[in-house]
């Protein structure tokens, strides 16, 4: 394991698009909200093994906004960046925009926090490097993050009961 921390710039992704087709839609004609989640988790996964630099999973969803409706022909833009990490976990931050690529308007659809964590060859969890928040936005995440992390242990303690 490296103990260099690294700046979430150096593993955030800036824009993953994905173009909305009808049959990204739900009866109500706005898209499928399990497509966004599924892009959401893809994307995170990328910043997580990016910032690791090993294989890593999912260990849980704690926040997933639909904050509005993404529509057919709407083009999604896709940003992720850790925000914090731990031992072997890590908590990445995702926000979703639909676009409307003919005019350039653009929409906040989705915010979301992901954890999750790197793993050895054994499949057992391996530890990350430290992230070094460089702007206010990162310090503030990374901030924000430790309170989600508190809530995270105490919502699995429960749930393991
Ligand atoms: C995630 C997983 C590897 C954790 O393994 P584990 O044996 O519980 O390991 P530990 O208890 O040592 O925890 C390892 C880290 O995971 C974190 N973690 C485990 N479960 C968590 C949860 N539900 N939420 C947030 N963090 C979690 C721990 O806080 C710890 O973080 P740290 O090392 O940074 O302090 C294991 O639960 C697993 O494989 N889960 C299934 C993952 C998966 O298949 N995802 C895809 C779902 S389709």
């Not at 739900?26 to 909200?33: A, C, D, E, L, R």
């Not at 497509?35 to 599924?38: F, P, T």
């Not at 959401?40 to 996964?45: E, G, I, K, V």
């Not at 090993?54 to 639909?66: E, I, K, N, Q, R």
């Given at each position: 394991?490296?103990?260099?921390?690294?700046?979430?710039?150096?593993?955030?992704?800036?824009q993953?698009v994905?173009?909305?087709?009808?049959?990204?839609l739900?009866?109500?004609?706005?898209?499928?909200?399990g497509?966004?989640?599924?892009l959401?988790?893809?994307?995170?996964?990328i910043?997580?093994?990016r910032?690791?630099g090993?294989?890593?999973?999912?260990?849980?969803?704690?926040?997933?906004?639909?904050v509005?409706?993404?529509?057919?022909?709407?083009?999604?833009?896709?940003?992720?960046?850790?925000?914090?990490?731990?031992?072997?976990s890590?908590?990445?931050?995702?926000?979703v925009?639909?676009?409307?690529?003919?005019?350039?308007?653009?929409?906040?659809?989705?915010?979301?926090?992901?954890?999750f964590?790197?793993?050895?060859?054994?499949?057992?969890?391996?530890?990350?490097?430290?992230?070094?928040?460089?702007?206010?936005?990162?310090?503030?995440?990374?901030?924000?993050?430790?309170?989600?992390?508190?809530?995270?242990?105490?919502?699995?303690?429960?749930?393991?009961?």
């Open positions: 394991m490296s103990e260099t921390s690294k700046a979430p710039s150096e593993s955030a992704v800036d993953n994905y173009k909305i087709f009808p049959n990204d739900n009866s109500k004609y706005t898209v499928f909200g497509l966004v989640m599924s959401c988790d893809r994307t995170a996964l910043v997580a093994e910032h690791s090993a294989p890593c999973v999912t260990a849980a969803v704690d926040s997933l906004h639909f509005g409706p993404a529509r057919a022909g709407d083009t999604l833009i896709i940003r992720a960046a850790a925000n914090r990490s731990w031992r072997s890590m908590e990445i931050g995702v926000h925009a639909a676009e409307n690529s003919y005019t350039g308007e653009s929409r906040h659809v989705v915010s979301a926090y992901l954890t964590v790197a793993l050895s060859d054994d499949g057992t969890p391996q530890p990350v490097p430290p992230i070094a928040p460089e702007t206010d936005a990162e310090k503030r995440r990374f901030k924000d993050a430790g309170q989600r992390r508190q809530q995270r242990i105490r919502d699995r303690k429960h749930k393991s009961k």
